[in-house]
């Protein structure tokens, strides 16, 4: 089956063709995080099947938005990774999640018990922060929802996000799934949270509540998209 295209000739039309098919920018937003196997956006995107995420992937690399290549060892394995055209999509993959963001408030109860991965909000942690507060700040914080792991680093007053484990941060900090979709609600308090023993701490508690003050919710506190490069 041949690819669709709206055949206008314009920019937005043109950008379409390209990433507006069905789990395009889920897979960009993906890569946005570093090198995947197959497997690990197989992972990461629940729903897909393996036929159709092949052919995405296949169309991304025609397209020299992405392209897959060996690490070197001990690694040794095939990934796929966004090449600089397609790492250019940072922003505007960051701006249609913020959108999406504001959604939630209108689709809470339709989206209970859809499915949830922590990375899929981590990319989001690069714009969503207090600018103030970071501009000081040059550490590392590794934080665990469920079995998925994710390392946030601060340098220069701007975060970076990854998937996996952090190199020596300064604080560790692990929680279930459900405490962190209670927290991120508001329907429970980061204090609360502590105090009963729902979340695990190694590491400098001050640096916990740091990363919590930084990406707290509500408008005031976040940051606009802005260039990364």
Partial sequence: MSKRSYNHRSGLALALDAVGERWTLLIIRELLMGPKRFMDLQDGLPGINTNLLSNRLKDLEKLSIIYKHKLPPPAGSMVYELTPTGKELE?????????????????????????????????????????????????????????EVVSITIANGRVQTASG?????????????????????????????????????????????????????????????????
């Avoid at 408030?105 to 690069?126: D, P, S, V």
């Avoid at 509540?209 to 606009?224: I, P, Q, T």
């Fill in 165 to 229: 484990t952090a190199k020596a941060p300064v604080v560790r900090i692990g929680m279930s799934s459900e405490v962190f979709m209670a927290l991120d609600t508001g329907e429970l308090s980061w204090e609360e949270a502590v105090a009963e023993g729902e979340v695990e701490i190694s590491g400098d508690r001050a640096a916990a509540d740091r990363v919590f003050r930084l990406f707290a919710h509500g408008e005031s506190n976040r940051s606009e998209v802005d260039n990364q490069s």
């Fill in 91 to 147: 922003g505007a993959v960051a701006e249609l999640a913020k959108f999406g963001m504001r959604l939630l408030q209108f689709t809470n109860r339709e989206t209970k018990g859809f499915a949830f991965r922590i990375g899929w909000l981590a990319h989001m942690l690069r714009y969503h922060y207090d600018r103030e507060l970071a501009a000081g700040l040059d550490e590392s914080y590794e934080l665990r929802v469920g079995d």
